[in-house]
């Protein structure tokens, strides 16, 4: 995977806001560069004004947010970045190099929260089913059994454990080999979390690994389950994405709503309409809070109402 571009950000305080999220929260090479650059917009933007950090005030932000608008960013976009400026101004606050903070009373433009787009368990075994064909075709070329074998355990893989596709991608070897039903997986933030792994996954592990071994024994010694020719020695996840929408083609879906973070959304959907607490979810998702997985409740609710009217006595009156 290409490393994210870093800037070089000039304002010092600036600088030891970044290493202190660093540091304290262990935050990603790629949240680093995020709010590095949303940092340098800001600090910019001051310059422009003859103004700095430590001289902005409550109206210097208000018109940075106003800037951001004429510029044409959505309100997600707008979102994050006062996010991370709010937390920089705390930052300084808290550290006694400033005795105020102009961010406390801003609060952040209105953005409503779309539901995600989720696949129905019939799609998902229709994806499942297409994937399937062509793995034993003796007919077919070598290369479309191999990816065959490949697409098929990428998908059984993702709709067991809910993974990132990042995290997906860059399973190790070893993780076909663990006599474990559940995998270890280091999320954003380098937390851990336990995933299960399903019989039919550990299947498809199995084909893949041994078509690969034959028809491509080169790639055979490497780290990855899903070794490739490319910078990181690993399949890159827009090869699957791509993979991913023409097999939604082949079987009758619509390419523009199937991708590896929509079977991730299913995984996590199919789990709560079965039942599933919400916190147990969380933690099959690596989602540090649980605010972020209550974009799911829709899910809860429709299973509320079913019970209610599957259950309660006064409901068939």
């Known amino acids: 995977m290409r490393e994210p571009d870093f800037i070089v950000l000039s304002d010092p305080l600036g600088r030891l806001f970044l290493d202190m999220i660093a540091a304290e929260r262990g935050a990603a090479r790629n949240t680093l560069a995020a709010y590095e650059r949303d940092l340098a917009d800001y600090c910019d933007f001051l ?20 800037d951001l608008s004429a510029r044409g960013f959505a309100a997600t976009s707008t979102a994050r970045r006062l996010s991370c400026v709010r937390q920089f101004h705390r930052f300084l606050y808290v550290e006694g190099h400033r005795p105020e903070d102009p961010g406390a009373v801003i609060d952040g433009p209105r953005r409503g929260r779309p539901l995600p787009k989720v696949l129905s368990m019939a799609d998902v075994d229709k994806l499942l089913t ?73 299947a498809a592990m199995g084909v893949w690994l041994t078509l690969l071994g034959e028809l491509r024994p080169g790639l055979s010694n490497t780290p990855w389950l899903f070794p490739a020719d490319s910078e990181s020695g690993h399949l890159p996840r827009q090869v699957f994405a791509r993979e991913l929408k023409a097999l939604a083609g082949a079987a009758g879906l619509r390419a523009d709503l199937v991708s590896p973070h929509v079977l991730r959304h299913a995984f996590a959907s199919h789990l ?9 979810v969380q933690e099959l998702l690596g989602h540090a809070d649980v605010s972020t997985t209550q974009i799911y409740t829709h899910v809860l609710d429709e299973r509320t109402r079913a019970m209610v009217r599957d259950l309660h006595p006064l409901s068939r009156r």
């Open 47 to 66: 310059d422009s004004r003859s103004e700095a950090p430590m001289s902005a005030t409550t109206a210097s932000i208000r018109a940075w947010l106003d």
């Open 130 to 202: 297409v994937a399937r064909e062509g793995i034993e075709d003796a007919k077919r070329p070598a290369s479309q059994r191999l990816q065959a074998a490949r697409l098929t355990c990428l998908l059984e893989i993702l709709y067991a454990t809910g993974l990132r596709v990042s995290e997906l991608v860059s399973l190790p070897r070893s993780a076909a080999r663990t006599k474990e039903p559940l995998l270890t997986i280091k999320g954003k933030g380098g937390r851990e979390r336990l995933v299960p792994l399903s019989e039919p996954a550990r």
């Open 272 to 280: 709560l309409q079965n039942g599933a607490d919400l916190r147990v």
